[in-house]
């Protein structure tokens, strides 16, 4: 069967179907454009006024006008009307199950899906799916990178092509008409994308669980089993790898149905495959015999926590079929992705940070267990927190900042509540200084007044973006432009 044949066998048929796209961002539009070219009729429904929805709209301006016609835009609100006739409703990402234009569809039965469903059911090729509390995009950025230097160097001949997506970049339902049977397609995934789902990739990946977006999560359980959804809808021919050395994600040992692998400190047991450490070495294990990959030295990033995504990505790429030396060649090339303990700048003798991407309170731990180094731990740190809460706990990072953080500069709507749990300024108990800002911006200035030759200024804020922000990329870029421009004062 030819790979287009394949992928028109696999897909459903949306001809005539109507469908109600809730969220117009990226999914959304990417989503609404594979829909509408397919032949459904599409409601683009976004909870925004028409006006701040021009970008989008002329987004799909491209589209013939035959296609164009079977698109309809009902902006501002979420009237559930909309639902009348609907075949199916798609709420974006960001879209909470709570939305009572969703919770109405759910009780009227009519079923609910999402870009990465529907890109699942009709993709030809072998699939990647890596999924966490933190790390997912590092995880598969290099996965990605070991990939594409196995096809470049043709040292792996099984793929033609490599697609990196998901919660990452392009949507890749827009891109699944360029895809073949023998390609291959790694994906981020979110519990928000995960809930929804009922079919699985062949390989998934869980690297850890820890409590994260409960601000979206009616509790930690309801995280949980969105979390687990990516286990529990594979198959027996499928591979679930999970991280050894996290209790959330080993707890969820039991739920894999097909084999598994690992990945963790110690040496998986004797016929299980995955990554590990042994001697200060990176290793695999064919199940049986350790073979070297590089010694941990070599790596490239910052802190313990990226030393567990590289040992993921080592099994991932074992898992695939990916050649070391690939792995060996993408590892020491990886100088991680933007946003995530990303190196800004020397300014003043102090090295800048930005590690916007930290969004939940032990993610901000990471970041400063990654300065734990004999040489760093006698470098004064400020740290600026804050942004938009997620009803997420605090108190292990406050008992962190009293032990290693001098100056603690807090911004955004989170700022009060952190600085509740941190306490007041107290002699001979670090932080030296507790400064409450407007905003991220003048939570930079105020750094600048703090630093010290030799210091480390870290911004991992622990409250997402949304207070004064797109996103954590717009914070990140943000951040690193008022960084530079200190070079001016």
């Known amino acids: 069967m030819s790979d287009r044949g394949l992928r028109e066998a696999l897909m459903m048929n949306w001809m005539d179907k109507r469908v109600i796209v809730i969220g117009v961002a990226r999914q959304g539009l990417a989503l609404g454009r594979y829909l509408a070219q397919h032949g459904a009729y599409v409601v683009m429904n976004d909870q925004k006024p028409a006006d701040q929805l021009r970008g989008a709209r002329d987004s799909l301006s491209d589209l013939g006008e035959e296609t164009a016609s079977r698109i309809e835009w009902v902006c501002g609100s979420h009237p559930l009307t909309l639902l009348d006739g609907a075949d199916f409703v798609c709420p974006s990402g960001g879209v909470p199950l709570t939305l009572p234009l969703v919770q109405e569809a759910i009780r009227r039965g009519i079923p609910l899906t999402n870009d990465s469903q529907v890109f699942l059911e009709a993709c030809p090729c072998l699939t990647i799916g890596i999924t966490g509390s933190a790390g997912k995009t590092t995880t598969t950025s290099l996965v990605g ?3 594409q230097v196995a096809v470049d160097t043709n040292t792996c001949t099984v793929f033609r092509k490599v697609w990196v997506g998901g919660n990452i970049g392009a ?13 291959l397609a790694v994906l981020e995934l979110s519990s928000f994308q995960l809930e929804l789902m009922t079919k699985s990739v062949n390989i998934a990946c869980i690297l850890n669980i820890t409590p994260n977006h409960l601000d ?7 995280y949980l089993a969105a979390k687990r959804r990516i286990l529990e809808i594979q198959t027996e021919n499928d591979v679930a790898i999970l991280g050894r050395d996290d209790p959330g994600a080993w707890g969820l040992s039991g739920e894999v149905i097909g084999r598994c692998a690992l990945f963790g400190k110690e040496q998986p047991p004797a016929g299980v495959k995955g990554a590990f450490i042994q001697d200060d070495w990176l290793c695999l294990s064919d199940g049986y015999k350790p073979s070297q990959v590089l010694r941990v030295a070599d790596i490239q990033l910052r802190g313990w926590h990226n030393v567990e995504n590289i040992l993921a990505a080592c099994a991932i790429s074992q898992a ?4 070391v030396s690939a792995m060996r060649e993408a590892i020491l090339a990886f100088t991680g992705v933007p946003h995530r303990l990303e190196w800004v700048n020397l300014w003043r003798g102090a090295d800048w940070y930005n590690d916007s991407i930290a ?3 032990e993610r ?29 706990p605090w108190t292990e990072l406050a008992e962190l900042i009293h032990q290693r953080v001098k100056h603690l500069v807090l911004f955004g709507e989170a700022a009060e509540k952190i600085a509740a749990v941190v306490g007041v300024v107290t002699p001979g108990l670090q932080p030296d200084s507790i ?3 407007s905003s991220l911006e003048q939570a930079v200035k105020s750094a600048a007044r703090l630093i010290e030759p030799g210091g480390i200024v870290l911004l991992s804020p622990g409250g997402t973006s949304f207070d004064e922000f797109r996103d954590f990329e717009e914070r990140g870029e943000a951040f690193k432009r008022w960084v530079f421009n200190l070079s001016c004062m």
Do not use: Q, W, Y
């Open 216 to 222: 979206r999560h009616a509790s930690m359980n309801e």
């Open 145 to 147: 990178k070991i990939a």
């Open 171 to 183: 949507p890749l339902l827009s891109m699944l008409e360029e895809m073949r049977e023998n390609d």
């Open 435 to 437: 400064e409450i800002c």
């Open 359 to 361: 969004t939940a309170p």
């Open 320 to 323: 695939a079929g990916l050649p």
């Open 364 to 392: 901000v731990m990471a970041a400063i267990h990654s300065f734990d180094t004999p040489v760093d731990l006698v470098r004064p740190i400020v740290l600026l927190a804050g942004g938009r809460d997620k009803n997420l």
